[in-house]
């Protein structure tokens, strides 16, 4: 039974706590506890619960859930469902419900579609928000250490309308991995790692 628990902590230089806790029940089912402690702003709590079925998984959320007003009361409390529809499609299905105070809530829903290769050596997702958010990915496996995806997201708000475009890719090398990519606002960003042992890398970014 052991395996099925998970329990991590630990303490900062500046005093905050950072918990996380795992626990498995079985036949696909996992709750995971996350919190941090700190000093003034920024503490939270989050709750969450897992299933994973054979051919469909499930999630609920909830971010700083009220306990003292009443559970649900104000928080971050989210709610999604994934079904593969097909051996290469799957389609899901995302409800998010905000309430930073008990008189105050604001819901969307969004949609989201994957598609697989059959090798599974390419995957594109596609998703779409209530609030006019729309996103494309796509990554392919070019050899057997390149990598290569893009991503694209559009914003159709009526007060804002852009679009930002960024394409990636990675190399992995026998003891380094390189990293590297290109947006549409021209930033060019690089990353490689060296591994100099089992439990010791050198980073350069």
Excluded at 168 to 173: L, N, P, T
Aim: hydrophobic share 40%.
């Amino acid at each position: 039974m052991l395996s099925q628990h998970f329990l991590q902590g630990g303490v900062d230089d500046s005093g905050a706590v950072s918990v996380r806790a795992n626990r498995g029940w079985g036949a696909g089912h996992v709750t995971k506890t996350q919190m941090q402690l700190v000093k003034g702003p920024g503490s939270y709590v989050q709750l969450e619960h897992d299933y994973q079925g054979s051919d469909h998984c499930a999630n609920i959320k909830a971010i700083n859930p009220s306990i003292a007003e009443g559970f649900g009361r104000t928080g971050i409390y989210m709610v999604n469902y994934i079904q593969s529809l097909s051996r290469n499609f799957s389609f899901g299905i995302e409800t998010v419900v905000q309430r930073p105070s008990a008189d105050i809530e604001e819901a969307s829903t969004g949609y989201h579609a994957k598609w697989v290769s059959d090798k599974r050596d390419w995957i594109a997702t596609a998703s779409m928000q209530a609030m006019g958010i729309v996103q494309a990915t796509y990554w392919q496996r070019l050899a057997e250490r390149v990598d290569v995806a893009a991503d694209l997201m559009l914003i159709t708000l009526p007060q804002k309308r852009e679009a930002t475009a960024s394409l990636g890719a990675k190399w992995d090398f026998r003891m380094s991995t390189l990293r590297t990519q290109i947006d549409s606002a021209g930033k060019v960003s690089t990353l490689f790692e060296q591994r100099l042992a089992p439990t010791f890398s050198f980073t350069v970014g």
